[in-house]
């Protein structure tokens, strides 16, 4: 399955209206010297060609989804980047284990571009009452002591993250605040879950030995697929389901 979406790529439209026009000149040549039976197969062909990379620089074939057989960061980066600039970013987290990667790059695009997020991210509850912590990290090298400090490392770094930004944003758009909300969950999740927006879905997959960094990724694109519906409802029940957690 795949879904068409239009998305104008200006280098493509010009190299399609070039060979076009190069193939109208070839058949006019050949037209002319008495030669269409030995300009027409080429030049129909480029004619052809021209059409096709015209096309593909109006729209794009967007498929369901595909298999990494490895987490990238970049993929994610560069969906962010590309995205809208009034979208939602869901995470969904044990902790961010890449969250001095990744929250500069995020600081950087909120500040410095015209980016204006709202940020909802899910963390695993750390209180000593959750035993599904516990069960996260049993065959990991992590303590329990570790994991605690990296969820509340990982609300720290993006507090002060967003009292960055909203230092920026108070002059660069009137007193306006990034709006970021942070929910502590107790459910069973199925992997790490990145939504940039309407654009992409990146989901991991919770080894019992190891980072799901180390593991491969799913991306989903076409935001009218029941998988990509199936995942989003499922991050939006344990969103409501999470508790608030204060920054």
């Given at each position: 399955m795949f879904e068409i979406r239009k998305n104008i790529t200006p280098?493509?439209?010009?190299?399609?209206?070039?060979?076009?026009?190069?193939?109208?000149?070839?058949?006019?040549?050949?037209?002319?010297?008495g030669l269409?039976?030995?300009?027409?197969?080429?030049?129909?062909?480029l004619f052809v060609l021209g059409i096709l990379l015209f096309l593909t620089g109006i729209i794009e074939f967007v498929h369901d989804f595909k298999m990494i057989p490895k987490w990238d960061d970049k993929l994610i980066k560069d969906a962010i980047?590309?995205?809208?600039?009034?979208?939602?970013?869901?995470?969904?987290?044990?902790?961010?284990p890449d969250k001095e990667y990744f929250c500069p790059i995020l600081e950087r695009l909120l500040m410095e571009s015209e980016k204006q997020f709202r940020l909802e991210v899910l963390l695993m509850n750390s209180d000593e009452s959750n035993n599904l912590l516990d069960a996260r990290?049993?065959?990991?090298?992590?303590?329990?002591?570790?994991?605690?400090?990296?969820?509340?490392?990982?609300?720290?770094?993006?507090?002060?993250?967003k009292q960055r930004v909203d230092a920026v944003w108070?002059?660069?758009?009137?007193?306006?605040?990034?709006?970021?909300?942070?929910?502590?969950?107790?459910?069973?999740?199925?992997?790490?879950?990145?939504?940039?927006?309407?654009?992409?879905?990146?989901?991991?997959?919770?080894?019992n030995y190891d980072s799901s960094v180390h593991g491969p990724m799913l991306v989903i694109s076409n935001s009218k697929s029941e998988i990509w519906t199936s995942f989003e409802q499922n991050f939006v029940k344990g969103w409501k389901d999470a508790q608030n957690t204060e920054i």
């Open positions: 280098v493509r439209l010009a190299l399609g209206g070039g060979v076009m026009a190069i193939s109208a000149g070839i058949l006019n040549f050949g037209s002319e010297f269409k039976s030995i300009f027409l197969p080429g030049g129909t062909c980047q590309s995205a809208p600039n009034n979208s939602t970013i869901r995470i969904l987290q044990t902790w961010l990290i049993k065959l990991r090298s992590e303590t329990r002591n570790h994991a605690q400090h990296e969820i509340h490392a990982t609300i720290t770094r993006l507090a002060q993250m108070e002059k660069k758009y009137s007193g306006a605040k990034l709006n970021l909300k942070i929910r502590s969950y107790e459910f069973m999740p199925f992997g790490p879950y990145y939504q940039i927006g309407k654009n992409k879905i990146f989901l991991g997959f919770y080894l």
